[in-house]
Every structure is written in C-alpha cells, then in structure tokens.
C-alpha cells in the first residue's frame, strides 16, 4: 500500500520560511516523480514544484521559482519543499504526490499524472 505522508504545514507571517516534509511508503522511491501542490478554496489544484527521478532534474511554477525549493533524500524516502519569502497568496492546503509512470517535462506540474496523493498540510501566510 503507497501512502504519502505531509508535514511542516502552519502559521507565518509573510516574508517569513517553512519546510514542508513528505515520506513515502510502498513506492519505489528512486523511481517516482515527486511533486508539491497546493489548493486554495474555490481554486484548482496548482503544481508547485516536481523532482524527477534520483533527483537530478526540478521543475517550478513561475509563481514560486527563486522562492521556493524542492529537494528530496532517497535514503530517508523523503521529499522536502523549502519555503522562503512566503506571501499571503501562498496560503494553501500543500499536497505530496508520487507518479510511478515517467512524466513528460509538460506534465510534471499537472495533477493528473499522479496516481499517489497525501492528505495534505495546510499553511497560512499573514500579511
């Protein structure tokens, strides 16, 4: 059974930093695309950020690049997303997501190429 499994989610003010953390089960992690989304209420779900496989390609939303940062640890299976700089529009429920099928480079933000998702962890940007 692959379950996902989110943390580091609360509340920050902005300009302020988190670190997301994600550990994976029941997946071939070297073999996975690991990605962040997120969700606001009344929005579609918005790819943040993808690691490919090993690790030696990342891919980001424009909304987050040079902001944001996703890196992952195979030994601890475990995929993190540092957060720096945060702006109330960031306020979003943060979802993990594995897809054990390569993902073209035009799919690696999209939702629909994952079959695997976490709860999710909500994080809160004042102003």
């Known amino acids: 059974q692959v379950q996902l499994m989110e943390s580091g989610g609360g509340l920050v003010q902005a300009g302020g930093s988190l670190r997301l953390s994600c550990t994976v089960s029941?997946?071939?992690?070297?073999?996975?695309?690991l990605s962040w989304f997120r969700q606001s209420p009344g929005k579609e779900r918005e790819g943040v950020a993808c690691?490919?496989?090993?690790?030696?390609?990342?891919s980001y939303a424009d909304s987050v690049k040079g902001r944001f940062t996703i890196s992952s640890d195979n030994a601890k299976n475990t995929v993190y997303l540092q957060m720096n700089d945060l702006k109330p529009e960031d306020t979003a429920m943060y979802y993990c997501?594995?897809?054990?099928?390569?993902?073209?480079?035009?799919?690696?933000?999209?939702?629909?190429?994952?079959?695997?998702w976490g709860q999710g962890t909500q994080v809160t940007v004042s102003s």
């Open positions: 690691i490919d496989r090993r690790g030696t390609s990342t």
């Open positions: 997501a594995a897809s054990a099928i390569f993902l073209d480079p035009w799919a690696k933000l999209v939702a629909g190429g994952y079959q695997y």
């Open positions: 029941g997946l071939n992690f070297e073999n996975s695309h």
